[in-house]
């Protein structure tokens, strides 16, 4: 059985210590793709495989790529979540019906040349990138 958490301070190194894996640096890119039923239901492991695929085929180095759980954009599933590492999370581009073209799409165009592809965006969520 694990540790009890006995105390606020402990809470909040357990808590820095799991957005240390969700926050990068700023010349990193973070691809979040919601996995939770409803991502996973409309081919979100798909998508992570082609994004995953496709970053390693571009040569891109710079990307962190994490599962996540629903992002409460059920309708728009498979939804994946584009921001620069150092940027605040919920703070960045939002794409959302996903599938294997829009997927390879998003590595090519935003991540590799920092173009935001305008008519997949979702939601009010949006990054500023000055390239």
């Not at 059985?1 to 010349?27: H, N, P, T, Y």
């Not at 019906?97 to 991540?111: N, S, T």
């Amino acid at each position: 059985m694990a540790d009890k958490i006995k105390s606020w301070d402990e809470l909040k190194v357990l808590r820095q210590k799991a957005l240390s894996d969700i926050v990068g640096k700023s010349d990193e890119w973070v691809v979040l793709i919601g996995r939770a039923t409803c991502g996973t239901a409309a081919g979100a492991d798909q998508v992570m495989s082609v994004i995953n695929d496709s970053i390693e085929e571009q040569g891109l180095d710079n990307v962190k790529v994490l599962s996540t759980g629903c992002f409460g954009n059920c309708y728009a599933e498979p939804v994946v979540e584009v921001r620069r590492g150092d940027m605040p999370l919920g703070s960045g581009t939002r794409y959302g019906y996903v599938d294997a073209a829009r997927a390879q799409e998003i590595v090519i165009k935003h991540l590799k040349k920092g173009e935001i592809i305008e008519d997949a965006i979702i939601g009010q969520d949006r990054e500023v990138y000055i390239p």
